[in-house]
């Protein structure tokens, strides 16, 4: 049975492929668009948040359904429905934003009034570049971004611990993917595509990744993997891990033995499993 979260197909409409596999009054090709602000992804009109998309991401249209699109997110394969005001025309991007968080003006012009907001892992397509801005396409004409808070795509952040440790301190939000609020798994999945690797975008699914298991919370080495039933952290060195919880409501830094204790003793319980990713094979 194919999981929820990636069956394209409400039962109206699916995606073409899925014929003989459900039931839909008609299959269809899609429409590649790009996400023209951040916006949250869900599984049903009027239903919870499942994951947030970025600007210029990439969601196959299937249907239009009154001011929501019904589609697939091309970064990770989750199904739900987007806000329409929130697509526009595919972009090739050719860079994405590096910074934790960064602005588009309408002039190159620091005294500007920014228009547009651009979180780390927007994909943005610069179309003219100097040492300190760079022009790119806006969902209304040419908007300009610093260009130190820019990065080619392929080139990516050293390591995984280092993006994570830079959200510390960012409120908790639940689906949350960017520095205004993220959630546990929201903040493995950005730091992992910061740094160049593949990354599901729930907890469970990010504790069936390619990698071995770590026998004990001793043995734990930075960029490890730490589960529990629905949470996830980040080993970030010798004793401690990073992870957005709802306990601090943040990102917050801490001691292992302190935060498995903590959450032993609540409704989540136990650690599940420990995991060292296999990074060859997460590689982009």
Known sequence: MIDRRFLASNGRVARRGLEGE???ERFVDGKEMSLVASAFLRSRPGGARDRQLLFGDIFLALAEEGDLTFGVSMKDGYVGY????????????????????????PRADLKGEPELFLPMMARVSVSDVDPRWSEITGPNGA??????????????????????????????????NEASGLDCSGLVQVAFHASGFACPPDSDLQARMPGELVGSESELAAGDLVFWAGHVAMASGAGTLIHANAHHMAVVEEPVVEAIARIAGSDTGPVTSMLRPDWSALRF
């Not at 260009?147 to 908790?172: E, I, K």
């Open 22 to 24: 459900v039931n839909a």
């Open 143 to 176: 908007v300009f971004v610093p260009s130190g808070h820019l990065s080619r795509l392929g080139t990516w952040a050293d390591d995984v611990v280092s993006v994570v440790r830079r959200f510390v301190g960012t409120p908790y939000v639940w689906a949350g």
């Open 82 to 105: 987007l806000a329409q005001q929130a697509l526009g025309p595919r972009l090739e991007a050719t860079h994405w934003v590096s910074a934790l968080l960064t602005h588009g003006w």
